[in-house]
């Protein structure tokens, strides 16, 4: 039994900021990767951001790149996302993803095995 769960998207204004969660059910995160995507209508995924389970390190693509914070809590089992300066085009289904990586993570989504359910993210005025 490996879910994941998001959490804490929602409607923001533009110039507004979001903590996203990701919470691990049924497995623990010590030994995964975690990366965010976001997919919106009539756009191909986009890989985000993403964090490794050992060494904690990470990866920031040019859209999140200088506004996003990932970071994990493994007592928790949680991972999370936290994206300031929201733009209306920052409007998009956010998703999570876990693979069996310590060393290092990926932001490409055919890497990841489990997957969440997403969160909506709609920034508008």
């Known amino acids: 039994q490996l879910q994941l769960v998001e959490s804490g998207g929602g409607l923001v204004q533009p110039g507004g900021s979001l903590r996203l969660s990701c919470q691990a059910s049924g497995f623990s995160l010590d030994y995964y990767a975690i990366g965010w995507f976001r997919q919106a209508p009539g756009k191909e995924r986009e890989g985000l951001s993403c964090?490794?389970?050992?060494?904690?390190?990470?990866i920031y693509k040019d859209a999140v790149k200088g506004r996003g914070t990932i970071s994990r809590d493994n007592a928790k089992n949680t991972v999370y996302l936290q994206i300031n300066s929201l733009k209306p085009e920052d409007t998009a289904v956010y998703y999570c993803?876990?693979?069996?990586?310590?060393?290092?993570?990926?932001?490409?989504?055919?890497?990841?095995?489990?997957w969440g359910r997403g969160t909506q993210v709609t920034v508008s005025s």
């Open positions: 993803a876990a693979e069996r990586r310590t060393m290092s993570c990926t932001t490409f989504y055919v890497a990841y095995k489990t």
């Open positions: 964090i490794s389970s050992v060494t904690n390190s990470t």
